[in-house]
């Protein structure tokens, strides 16, 4: 098997949608994923923001793949940050569970991270839920720590 990654295009648009909407499917069994949920505003069409991020100079949409075949997606954007120096954000990162332990997601964050370092980028961030040991393992496997702690609180007494 062969890992390999390449840029999205619009006419991924099918094998972007049914990616995208796995991801979505995985959170409310994740604690803090239905806070995620509620927060997103493309929750409605969560393909939308992939295929508006394909036509944004900001922002980069890669497909990983096994033997040519599609099976997880990474975007990432980057932006001037207060001291005026860029910073990326992997925004999703999804690899389908059946290719999880192959290399993709290994190939598909290699690759967004040098993307970023040729845009200028000087860091890298993205988000792991509270509990999702599995995410955390993985982004410290490419040495990226935790750097805050996001707390949430109902206030409607769920």
Same mark, same amino acid.
């Given at each position: 098997?062969?890992?390999?990654?390449?840029?999205?295009?619009?006419?991924?648009?099918?094998?972007?949608?049914? %990616?995208?909407?796995?991801?979505?499917?995985?959170?409310?069994?994740?604690?803090?994923?239905?806070?995620?949920?509620?927060?997103?505003?493309?929750?409605?069409?969560?393909?939308?923001?992939?295929?508006?991020?394909?036509?944004?100079?900001?922002?980069?949409? %890669?497909?990983?793949?096994?033997?040519?075949?599609?099976?997880?997606?990474?975007?990432?954007?980057?932006?001037?940050?207060?001291?005026?120096?860029?910073?990326?954000?992997?925004?999703? %990162?999804?690899?389908?569970?059946?290719?999880?332990?192959?290399?993709?997601?290994?190939? %598909?964050?290699?690759?967004?991270?040098?993307?970023?370092?040729?845009?200028?980028?000087?860091?890298?961030?993205?988000?792991?839920?509270?509990?999702?040991?599995?995410?955390?393992?993985?982004?410290?496997?490419?040495?990226?720590?935790?750097?805050?702690?996001?707390?949430?609180?109902?206030?409607?007494?769920?």
């Amino acid at each position: 098997m062969e890992e390999s990654v390449r840029h999205a295009v619009q006419s991924d648009h099918p094998v972007l949608q049914m %990616l995208v909407e796995a991801a979505r499917s995985e959170l409310p069994d994740k604690k803090g994923g239905d806070v995620i949920h509620r927060l997103d505003k493309y929750s409605v069409d969560p393909v939308v923001r992939a295929l508006e991020a394909i036509e944004d100079p900001s922002a980069t949409v %890669l497909l990983g793949a096994i033997d040519g075949t599609p099976v997880g997606y990474g975007l990432m954007t980057v932006g001037k940050v207060v001291d005026g120096t860029l910073h990326a954000v992997v925004e999703e %990162l999804y690899v389908d569970p059946g290719a999880r332990a192959v290399g993709v997601g290994e190939v %598909l964050i290699e690759a967004l991270m040098a993307d970023a370092r040729s845009r200028g980028a000087i860091a890298i961030q993205s988000l792991a839920l509270p509990g999702d040991r599995a995410t955390k393992n993985f982004f410290e496997s490419q040495g990226m720590v935790a750097r805050s702690i996001m707390v949430h609180r109902w206030l409607d007494g769920r």
